[in-house]
């Protein structure tokens, strides 16, 4: 009875192990979207500089992000970092270095986007009472942009989180790797145990997701 | 003269706040009634309750001595004996200027394709833009959009026009030809409603003006009176604001 | 890096390649369909089916690709449901698709002005034919540039097949390293190989962005 399956998720360590592989993955979306949110303000405000040669590397570098699927970025990081930088990092930091990465490009255009959607004459204002350039965005740019790009920022955050679900397949022992741990050790006793324990990790997502996906409607709205 | 248009005792409100109390008039065939008022008094919403498009909670509304029942469906079958032009011309982009003139005509009276084009040349050659048929609303000036949505609603052949403030957001330059075109419609008897700040065209093509403060008629004058003798003191001092 | 390894590896990429390119294409092709029901469902507000699209539209969006996957292929054969890789591939993509595509649908009907929707009304049409002449090719063309963006977001998220073995541009290239080892000639190619739908693509979307912003509607 497909019922039954449902008590695997509460035998034994089965809920804290995923909740415990739950952790490593909000720790890699958690380092990311702090990170890679200021790195992309950063390169936001960079990208709205006259200087053509800046503008132009920092579009490359968006649209090779945007353009390569995350799976592939995973892979390419993980393979070339060790091999031609004898850079040895455990997979769960090569993750959090390419979503990281990742998030600063897509946070740098939203960024971006609503730093040139101010209206001229503020900036003109700011100008005409003597504020110097890092003055402007402090004071007048940044503030009046935070309200544009709230909304999206929240969906990027929630699409980070989502993507975090393929740090299995670098072997990252995150909530999925756990789930498949434990549906294998169970094989025997709940043959349904994948319907549960997928069941259980997509509603588990579902739970995080959901509030920014909420936020970024109520933002969107006033 | 006969009676086209009849409101009696009409109230509208959004939500608690009340717009327009107990609005009553009279509008006869072939005359040109002028709506006046300040800013927020409500004209713009009395001219939308008059096709429909602003539900109000009370009142009737005659039409041709017909009482007017005020279902959805009975609107839309009205709104095409009853011409309308917006402040925002509003003409449909994806469109091109034959089309927006003919889309009524076609698809709402069922006329000939061959017809509606021909009465749609023959119009916009009164308004002196027969060239422009196959451009879009995008290729167009504001002053040009707007005489075309004139157009537009002329197409239908409608029993009187609406116009709410069809000037206010021309250029200076652009608003004589627009209002050259109203007036040349009050010669032809169209019957109209006309919002507008325009003190010296309202006064030209007046019957009669209805002055609207706060959601009430505070005034119904002949319009070669109410320029020089209004009745109240408000309207006086709306006139005097307006540097009339 | 060898370019002899590399020419030996493309016609297993080719048929990768192409696998992504047809399973993009059915996976678009619903979820455009699906979205485009749900996004009517909501914009005439029909009861219960309005609500059954707002639940299935979250769900959608807020979770992984990766999990629809496993959900289905793993998950449902425990309840009886036994579904080909392929299959399962094409309907996780749909089922993401299709709340990405209403959501832009939806869009492109909010970003009507109310004022055209009167305009229409004042010159006497019906709801059948203001959703036929003013709605729908209004609504279609505002909805363009999220339809672009969803289809080379839809493009990409082809790549988590992997995790159920689908052979497509990217099990291709991690089975290959796995059985030779030549990591860097193929990760290149299956760059290459994005880069080839991708890259076009973007440009195209760009375009209409600015077409749409700037062109169309610039009343
Ligand atoms: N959709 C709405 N919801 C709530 N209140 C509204 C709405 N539309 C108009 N109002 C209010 O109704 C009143 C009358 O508005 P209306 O637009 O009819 O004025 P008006 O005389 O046309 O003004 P104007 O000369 O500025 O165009 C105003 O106080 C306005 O704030
Ligand atoms: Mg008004």
């Given at each position: ?43 936001g ?9 800046l ?32 850079l040895?990092l ?26 040139i ?82 069941g ?17 409607k ?5 | 003269?006969?009676?086209?248009l ?64 005020p ?39 069922k006329q ?18 027969a060239?422009?048929?196959a ?69 030209q ?40 | ?36 029901m ?15 699209v ?87 063309a ?65 375009w ?12």
């Amino acid at each position: 009875m497909a019922h039954s399956g449902i008590n695997l998720i509460f035998e034994g360590q089965n809920l804290p192990r995923l909740l415990g592989g739950l952790w490593i993955t909000i720790r890699v979306a958690l380092i990311a979207i702090i990170a890679g949110g200021v790195l992309g303000i950063f390169l936001g405000v960079l990208r709205t500089f006259k200087n053509r040669f800046l503008r132009f590397i920092l579009r490359l570098y968006l649209e090779f992000f945007r353009i390569v699927p995350t799976v592939v970025l995973l892979f390419l990081f993980y393979y070339i970092l060790p091999k031609s930088m004898n850079l040895n990092l455990p997979a769960a930091e090569v993750a959090t270095l390419v979503f990281t990465l990742w998030m600063a490009a897509e946070a740098s255009d939203i960024v971006r986007g609503a730093l040139i959607s101010v209206p001229q004459h503020q900036v003109d204002s700011g100008l005409a009472i003597g504020l110097n350039r890092s003055q402007l965005y402090y004071y007048v740019l940044i503030p009046q942009s935070l309200k544009l790009m709230l909304p999206a920022m929240m969906n990027l955050i929630s699409r980070i989180i989502k993507t975090t679900s393929l740090l299995l397949l670098i072997s990252v022992l995150d909530v999925i790797n756990v789930g498949q741990q434990i549906i294998e050790a169970n094989q025997k006793q709940y043959p349904q145990g994948a319907f549960w324990v997928y069941g259980v990790i997509f509603v588990l997502y579902f739970l995080i997701c959901y509030p920014f996906s909420l936020l970024a409607k109520k933002l969107q709205k006033d | 003269m006969t009676e086209l248009l009849r409101v009696e005792h009409l109230n509208k409100a959004y939500g608690e706040v009340p717009v327009l109390q107990d609005i009553s008039f009279t509008v006869n065939t072939g005359e040109v009634q002028v709506v006046l008022g300040p800013s927020g008094s409500g004209k713009s919403t009395l001219i939308r309750c008059l096709n429909g498009l602003e539900p109000y909670q009370s009142g009737t509304i005659y039409f041709q001595g017909q009482k007017v029942d005020p279902t959805p469906k009975n609107w839309q079958l009205l709104r095409q004996k009853i011409g309308m032009v917006f402040q925002s011309y509003d003409l449909f982009p994806n469109l091109n200027i034959m089309d927006n003139i003919t889309l009524g005509p076609i698809k709402v009276q069922k006329q000939s394709k061959a017809t509606a084009q021909k009465e749609a040349l023959r119009l916009l050659d009164t308004v002196g833009l027969a060239d422009y048929t196959a451009k879009f609303p995008r290729e167009l000036s504001g002053g040009q959009k707007q005489r075309i949505a004139i157009v537009r609603a002329l197409a239908l052949h409608p029993d009187f026009m609406l116009f709410d403030e069809v000037t206010a957001s021309l250029d200076p330059e652009m608003v004589r030809g627009v209002l050259e075109i109203m007036a040349n419609l009050a010669k032809q008897k169209m019957t109209m409603i006309v919002v507008t700040h325009e003190m010296n065209f309202a006064q030209q093509i007046a019957d009669n003006v209805l002055f609207l403060d706060d959601g009430h008629i505070l005034e119904s004058t002949p319009g070669k009176d109410f320029f020089t003798n209004p009745q109240t003191d408000r309207a006086k001092e709306f006139l005097q604001s307006m540097d009339f | 890096m060898s370019w002899q390894i590399i020419q030996q590896s493309l016609p297993m990429f080719q048929k990768g390649f192409i696998l992504t390119l047809q399973m993009s294409a059915l996976g678009i092709l619903g979820a455009i369909i699906l979205g485009l029901m749900c996004s009517l469902c909501q914009y005439f507000k029909i009861p219960v089916l309005k609500q059954i699209v707002g639940a299935y539209i979250e769900l959608s969006r807020n979770t992984p690709l990766l999990i629809q996957l496993f959900f289905i292929y793993y998950g449902l054969p425990g309840i009886g449901l036994k579904l080909s890789a392929y299959t399962c591939g094409i309907i996780g993509l749909i089922f993401l698709g299709g709340s990405y595509m209403a959501e832009g649908f939806s869009g492109g009907f909010d970003g009507i002005p109310n004022s055209q929707i009167e305009s229409g009304k004042a010159i006497g049409l019906s709801q059948g034919q203001l959703t036929r002449y003013v709605v729908f090719p209004q609504g279609f063309a505002l909805s363009i540039p999220a339809l672009a963006a969803n289809i080379i977001f839809l493009i990409k998220e082809t790549s988590i097949f992997t995790v159920i073995a689908i052979p497509e541009l990217t099990n291709t290239a991690l089975d290959l390293i796995g059985l030779y080892y030549h990591t860097n000639e193929y990760l290149l190619v299956l760059v290459v190989g994005y880069a080839i739908i991708l890259i076009p693509l973007s440009i195209i979307l760009t375009w209409l962005e600015r077409r749409i912003r700037y062109g169309t509607f610039g009343d």
